[in-house]
């Protein structure tokens, strides 16, 4: 009984992901156009190529490196930020909560039109208003603000997740532990830095 409900999900996981990944991982070590029967194997040497002759391949790698450092951090500090002060008790912490929840659960495809929108449309509007100059400047045309734009919707789209992750672990921390270091004269700083990170590693 319990495998006829899971089968069909076990299915459904080797057709859509297993598969297809253990596929590549063969064809990545191949020489084959994606169209032609004859499929010859080369062992290594297609990744020698990639990391001593192709140099738009290492650029696209410390690209990716660069980016998921930059995105792991921010995320984590605005989510943990965001977490801590959505705990207190305010009229409108569910509504914010949400608020931040709902891009995550969008569909990357609307958010890369939303922000392509607001990089080249919205902006440019509002420095006509206002004339700041940030506003008009080529957000997705100039290489460096270009990677800050990605990093930045990235972290956008992603920090609702890890904030209630961390809200739901920071609700589980014993408020004792608060009263104690408080007790002991700890500030509000101190009694953050020493408590919430820690709990939450161990959880």
């Known amino acids: 009984m319990f495998l006829s409900f899971v089968a069909p999900v076990i299915i459904l996981i080797l057709i ?62 605005l989510a943990i930020a965001l977490a801590v002060f959505l705990t207190k008790k305010l009229k409108l912490s569910n509504v914010l909560r949400a608020a931040f929840f709902v891009p995550y659960i969008v569909s990357l495809v ?6 392509k929108f607001i990089f080249s449309s919205a902006f440019s509007s509002l420095f006509n208003v206002t004339h700041w100059g940030f506003l008009n400047w080529s957000w997705l045309g100039t290489p460096n603000l270009a990677f800050i734009s ?20 920071s609700q589980a921390i014993p408020n004792d532990l608060n009263e104690a270091a408080g007790i002991d004269g700890a500030n509000g700083f101190q009694r953050f830095f020493k408590i919430t990170p820690p709990r939450l590693c161990l959880r």
């Not at 290594?44 to 660069?66: G, H, P, S």
């Not at 609307?110 to 922000?115: A, D, N, S, T, V």
């Not at 956008?156 to 997740?161: D, E, K, L, M, R």
């Open 150 to 169: 990605v990093v930045l919707v990235s972290i956008w789209q992603s920090v609702g997740f890890y904030m209630m992750i961390y809200i739901t672990g």
């Open 110 to 115: 609307i958010i890369g039109f939303i922000w």
């Open 16 to 77: 859509s992901a297993e598969i297809p990944f253990l596929m590549s991982l063969y064809y990545s070590f191949t020489k084959w156009n994606g169209i032609s029967k004859h499929i010859t194997f080369t062992g290594l040497q297609n990744f020698i190529e990639l990391f001593t002759t192709d140099k738009e391949a290492l650029k696209a790698f410390f690209f990716t490196v660069e980016f998921s450092i930059f995105n792991i951090i921010g995320t984590n500090v």
